[in-house]
């Protein structure tokens, strides 16, 4: 291998020195100045090789060759015999920065995927689902148990999953009615209390005329009436909570809201 094919070699051993030190320094967290000293190595051995493949490994003259439709002579052939076989010798020699280049490749391309854990976890369903599941228990803020017994008529409480006390997507209110009003289950409601128009918590309600109301703009929502807006700014009901009672006497949701809580968002249907 020629000197300068050694510069080429040199050059790129730099480039994936560089992209292994990036990789090094953003697993312990250095500061950002030796991760752009470590990506800078890396990028200049790139440039290095590059210079030195575009000037001396590229040729950058154009050669044609006149074909004779006469036998050459016996000289002329055998020195084309060995350009041949010199070429054969400087291609095993390319072939080997060739593979190098790749390796280095590899490495930067390694190292470009690290920043990638700085955007942070991974999108989920947190804008459409919540913590509740089909038998999951209704519990207080203490988180007690709600039973069938807990609320008299005309009582609201606020209630969370059970293991997810404190979970502002998946709070609700609990509302104790007459019998038979609504979609109720032995008089129990369960509505999200977060408001459909700015998210405030749904926090006051008139039992004589069965309506939750939010504090922070007014919005209005009939209990009796699946959610539905009476006034104010909110766009659409407040959605109802599924719930059942169990033979043991808990209150258990049967499933999640049906769909999202909260104010509207463009991913709305």
């Not at 280049?101 to 942070?120: D, E, H, K, M």
């Not at 209005?220 to 766009?235: C, E, H, N, T």
Request: glycine share 10%; proline share 7%; hydrophobic share 45%.
């Amino acid at each position: 291998m020629s000197k300068r094919d050694r510069g080429i070699a040199a050059s790129l051993v730099i480039a994936i020195l560089g992209s292994v030190a990036f990789m090094v320094a953003y697993g312990f967290h250095r500061d950002t100045q030796t991760l752009g000293w470590a990506l800078a190595v890396a990028l200049a051995g790139f440039m290095l090789a590059a210079l030195g493949w575009g000037f001396w490994i590229i040729p950058p003259e154009e050669v044609v060759d006149v074909r004779d439709d006469a036998p050459s002579p016996r000289e002329v052939r055998a020195a084309a015999v060995g350009e041949l076989e010199q070429g054969d010798r400087e291609v095993t020699r390319r072939s080997v920065l060739t593979r190098l280049l790749l390796v280095a490749l590899g490495f930067f391309g390694i190292a470009t995927l690290f920043p990638i854990r700085s955007l942070g976890p991974a999108p989920d369903g947190t804008l459409f689902t919540t913590k509740w599941r089909r038998g999951t228990r209704l519990v207080r803020e203490t988180g007690e148990p709600i039973t069938k017994d807990s609320l008299n008529v005309g009582s609201v409480v606020t209630i969370f999953p059970e293991g997810a006390i404190g979970d502002a997507q998946s709070q609700a209110v609990l509302i104790r009615v007459p019998d038979g009003v609504g979609q109720s289950v032995d008089g129990y409601l369960a509505y999200s209390k977060v408001c459909t128009h700015a998210g405030c918590p749904v926090a006051l309600y008139r039992a004589a005329t069965r309506q939750l109301m939010c504090p922070c703009h007014q919005s209005i929502f009939d209990v009796a009436d699946k959610g539905r807006v009476l006034s104010g700014p909110a766009d659409h009901a407040l959605p109802q909570l599924p719930i059942e009672i169990a033979p043991d006497g808990h209150l258990r949701a049967t499933g999640d809201f049906p769909e999202p809580v909260g104010p509207g968002f463009w991913e709305r249907a």
